[in-house]
């Protein structure tokens, strides 16, 4: 497996992992999205379900191989946003749970190393996308 090929994979794992406990529980995780204070409360339930089953596809599309480009570019897309709103709400001094991985409201709050975690995973959007080109066809 070439280097390419892992990390592809790996940021694909976490995407799926990330979007299924969305998906299981999209009311839930509206919730978490309200607690960030960014969006009116009409737009929740429908970010809600967009966001996890985006995150779900774009995480198989990238282990399978599948449309990389384009999945990475919506993940590369997705990790900016979420980390200016982690970054906002950080800035704000609003002490909520990440939502990351969790539909908990008791789960682990935003924190630098939150920031730092998605940062990394930024990056690793980036190579994944930069990279997608160059792949036979």
């Known amino acids: 497996m070439s280097f390419n090929t892992f990390i592809r994979t790996a940021l694909g794992l976490v995407f799926v992992i990330a979007g ?22 009409h737009l929740l ?13 774009c995480g ?9 480009r384009g999945a990475s570019l919506f993940v590369l897309a997705l990790m900016i946003v979420f980390l200016a709103a982690m970054g906002y709400n950080l800035q704000r ?3 909520v749970a990440c939502g990351c991985f ?23 959007a980036v190579i994944v996308f ?8």
């Open 20 to 41: 299924y406990v969305k998906v299981q529980d999209p009311q839930a995780f509206a919730q978490m999205i309200a607690n960030y204070q960014l969006l009116p409360n």
């Open 45 to 57: 339930l429908v970010s809600a379900l967009v966001l996890g089953w985006v995150e779900l596809v």
């Open 93 to 95: 001094g609003l002490d």
């Open 130 to 137: 930069s990279t997608s080109g160059l792949q036979k066809r």
């Open 102 to 124: 969790s539909t908990d409201p008791n789960g682990p709050p935003l924190s630098p190393l939150t920031l730092l975690r998605d940062g990394v995973l930024l990056v690793v």
């Open 60 to 68: 198989l599309c990238l282990v399978f191989g599948i449309l990389t």
